[in-house]
């Protein structure tokens, strides 16, 4: 049930009455500081792009493209002077904020009952057809006031729990017509820290629809009361007058404090119950581990050992050698010689474990910073901002990883590990990420990344990113390769046919679906957060916490495939170890499409395409990152599965 629908005042004030003794959990930047006004003294309203929501009645999503406020088939009043452009992260653009200047006019504690935003405007048919398909749409008007989020008071259809939902809407649809918002009420709570700071922190809206609101003969206008709504006309042209009142109400809650209205829509019983979730998958996880290296091997080991102290004369097959069972070896101990053979392609393979410790770096300080409450959702675009400068800064990680490990290789070509380091991984997604902005200009729509921002990406990324991972590259491969434990055969053995769960298919299949499990319920609520528009997500705690699980799951389940492999006598794992865990990229892929079938009915082909190439570009992220966190598991299962490098070299080369 939209509040709206209730008289202005009932249902604001009821809604105010119930937000106010929230409690505080919100912790903000430090160096933030509030800006203080005196009575009357102008605070600026800031407009934002209009962003497609979900409906109210389906909960589902009829469009991914945004708009700018001053589209000018929306005829929205503009300021005198033209709108001027709101100083802007680079974070906060790459997300689509477009934020201007409007002609409101809100003074502090100063009431206006019925204010008219400018003169009368008229929409054409052409016009019309346009804004009454975005009511349908379910598109929502973004506006900032001192810098929060205007929201829409909202009441839970299951729970009958108020909360404030960021945006309002353009319009309703009532009897299978499109109606037009064209009033707006706007309700301002303040903080009075002293008597000359007042300070805001609450913003709620009203929007209704008003056929009768007009201009008088003197010039005054007046609002109406709504008995009549305002539908556009596809036939004709329909004037339009747009009005709004401002009310402004003392309110207890602090400044620090004023966001928590915004983020308190998500239960936490469902991350619980998440994190419980994985952890019981970890801890299987882990207790197999345990279970196949203290048992399967330590007889194998202990076995090994006793060797060392017998009379090693006497190996021509004696009684004694027969019962310490050493006449023939078999399972993983037939490829101790072959396990650190340089695998298919390592090249591309260094490349790729590169970026993902770049990513994985990046990824982790990024959660980490938010948790501690270092970004803040009132620095608008924070998140995007610090993860392209982490990236762009840990790109000497990414060059030092992929040297060192393609030195450990034995590989040769030096010069295009360095070349292709920096430039292979983020060129494919800059290269998907402008095809598909391509398609946002064609639409004309708010969200597409401005040229001059594109070129100022293609600068940092060359003129920082690319000589980190250089310098870290030149630091690689002046370090001695990482040195196998034992040695590696002149001439490799045979491989034997994969089976069963084995083969690389099934074996994705199986493993992959852990890892995405351990983070199912956060990726969702991510994604609802980025298409719905209506939340804002701020669980960083769990967030970290889910990540920490899925590193530990992607190494123990990779442990075990890499175990397995051996086990059957293929030592060919360094591929498959890479693709094991991140397979379950694919299953984050499958989720999407599924969150696209039953929450989204985009209709058009660009829509669909769009959404797709993004779900696309996000899974192949996925995927690159997942297979990084499992390069310890990589490198510590042969290890552990070649045992005691001496003994098992000196029975191999003594025909034990």
Request: proline share 5%; net charge neutral.
């Amino acid at each position: 049930m939209r509040l709206s629908e209730l008289p202005p005042s009932l249902g604001l004030l009821s809604t105010l009455l119930y937000l106010a003794p929230l409690p505080s959990s919100a912790f903000y930047l430090p160096g933030v500081a509030p800006t203080s006004y005196k009575v009357g003294d102008r605070v600026p309203l800031n407009v934002n792009h209009l962003t497609p929501g979900t409906s109210p009645s389906d909960g589902e999503l009829y469009s991914v493209f945004s708009f700018d406020y001053y589209h000018p088939a929306f005829r929205f009043c503009r300021p005198e002077g033209g709108p001027q452009k709101v100083r802007e992260s680079l974070g906060s653009i790459l997300f689509g904020d477009r934020i201007l200047t409007s002609p409101f006019d809100l003074h502090m504690a100063k009431n206006e009952s019925c204010k008219a935003v400018c003169e009368e405007k008229n929409f054409d048919q052409r016009s019309a057809k346009f804004v009454n398909r975005r009511i349908w749409q379910n598109y929502n008007i973004n506006w900032l006031i001192d810098g929060l989020p205007a929201g829409e008071p909202l009441e839970d259809i299951d729970t009958h729990e108020q909360f404030v939902s960021p945006g309002l809407p353009l319009g309703r649809l009532e009897d299978g017509q499109a109606r037009l918002h064209n009033h707006y009420d706007i309700y301002v709570e303040y903080h009075e820290a002293s008597k000359e700071e007042l300070r805001v922190v609450g913003v709620l809206v009203a929007p209704s629809t008003r056929k009768d609101s007009r201009f008088t003969e003197d010039g005054n206008v007046e609002c109406g009361n709504g008995a009549e709504p305002l539908v556009l006309s596809e036939d004709g042209e329909t004037s339009v007058v747009w009005t709004y009142g401002v009310y402004w109400i003392k309110s207890p809650t602090a400044w620090a404090t004023r966001w928590d209205k915004l983020l308190s829509s998500s239960d936490p019983k469902v991350h619980w119950f998440s994190l419980i979730n994985s952890a019981v998958i970890v801890v299987f996880l882990t207790a197999m581990v345990a279970m196949i290296l203290l048992r399967a091997l330590r007889k194998d080991f202990a076995r090994y050992n006793r060797l060392d102290q017998m009379n090693l004369d006497d190996l021509s097959g004696t009684s004694a050698v027969m019962e310490d069972g050493v006449q023939e070896d078999s399972g993983w101990k037939l490829v101790h010689g072959d396990v650190f053979r340089t695998p298919r392609n390592p090249l591309l393979l260094s490349v790729f474990l590169g970026n993902g410790a770049q990513l994985f770096v990046m990824t982790g300080i990024t959660i980490a910073f938010a948790m501690f409450g270092l970004l803040s959702p009132s620095n608008r675009g924070s998140i995007g901002t610090v993860m392209i400068l982490l990236y762009t800064i840990f790109g000497s990680v990414g060059g030092y990883v992929s040297a060192r490990v393609y030195k450990t290789f034995g590989g040769e070509s030096w010069k295009q590990n360095i070349a292709l380091t920096p430039v292979l991984i983020p060129g494919i997604v800059f290269a998907t990420f402008f095809l598909l902005n391509l398609f946002l200009w064609g639409k004309q729509s708010s969200g597409a990344v401005p040229f001059t921002t594109m070129i100022l990406i293609v600068g940092i990324w060359f003129l920082i990113s690319v000589p980190l991972s250089f310098a870290g590259s030149w630091i690689g491969f002046r370090q001695s390769g990482i040195a196998a434990p034992v040695r590696t055969n002149q001439i490799p053995r045979q491989t034997p046919p994969s089976v069963g769960y084995l083969r690389p298919l099934p074996s994705m299949l199986l493993v992959g679906i852990l890892p995405f499990g351990a983070i199912f319920v956060e990726l969702y609520l991510i994604m609802k957060s980025i298409w719905s528009g209506k939340e804002i997500y701020y669980m960083f705690g769990f967030l970290f916490i889910c990540y920490g699980l899925m590193i530990l799951t992607c190494a123990t389940v990779t442990i075990l495939m890499v175990y397995f492999l051996l086990c059957a006598e293929n030592y060919r794992w360094h591929w498959r170890a890479f693709a094991t865990a991140g397979a379950s990229a694919g299953y984050v892929f499958l989720n999407a499409l599924v969150y696209w079938m039953t929450k989204l009915k985009l209709g058009g082909l660009t829509g669909g395409l769009l959404y797709v190439g993004y779900s696309a570009l996000i899974s192949f992220l996925f995927f690159i990152l997942t297979e990084d966190k499992q390069a310890a598991g990589q490198q510590q299962e042969p290890e552990i599965a070649v045992g005691n490098a001496h003994d098992v070299d000196f029975i191999a080369t003594n025909g034990g």
